[in-house]
Nanobody
Framework: VQLQASGGGLVQAGGSLRVSCQAS????????MAWFRQAPGKGRQFVGQ????????FYEDFVKGRFSISRDNAKSTVYLQMNSLKPEDTAVYYC???????????????????WGQGTQVTVSS
């Protein structure tokens, strides 16, 4: 599966932004999808994941209550809605995919087989 992230940009602190990840290729509904982010000079950090049918989501503690992940399998797209943004949320945001074999939490880069190219999100103070 090929992944293309989009929708990044510049937003003021406290604002909102939604980034998208469009998939093409193999059946999108086979895949568990995740979002990671990478700030300058830091490693790639797990943000959250969503199961193949959207029925289960899991988030890293630092985004709980502010970010939400959803998906539209008919459009082969996964979304990351980001609210109450902070300057420390500034990063390149990546979507990732792995086959959903049912259950589990996958918080590490090596857990995922496919990656999008990333989209820059910058939050100004």
């Amino acid at each position: 599966v090929q992944l293309q992230a989009s929708g990044g940009g510049l937003v003021q602190a406290g604002g909102s932004l939604r980034v998208s990840c469009q998939a093409s290729g193999r059946a999108f509904n086979k895949y568990l999808m995740a979002w990671f982010r990478q700030a300058p000079g830091k490693g790639r950090q797990f943000v959250g994941q969503i199961s193949w049918n959207g029925g289960h989501t899991f988030y890293e503690d630092f985004v709980k209550g502010r970010f939400s992940i959803s998906r539209d399998n008919a459009k082969s797209t996964v979304y990351l809605q980001m609210n109450s943004l902070k300057p420390e949320d500034t990063a390149v945001y990546y979507c990732a995919a792995r086959e959903d074999r049912g259950g589990g939490y996958y918080r590490y880069v090596n857990d995922y087989e496919y990656w999008g190219q990333g989209t820059q999100v910058t939050v100004s103070s």
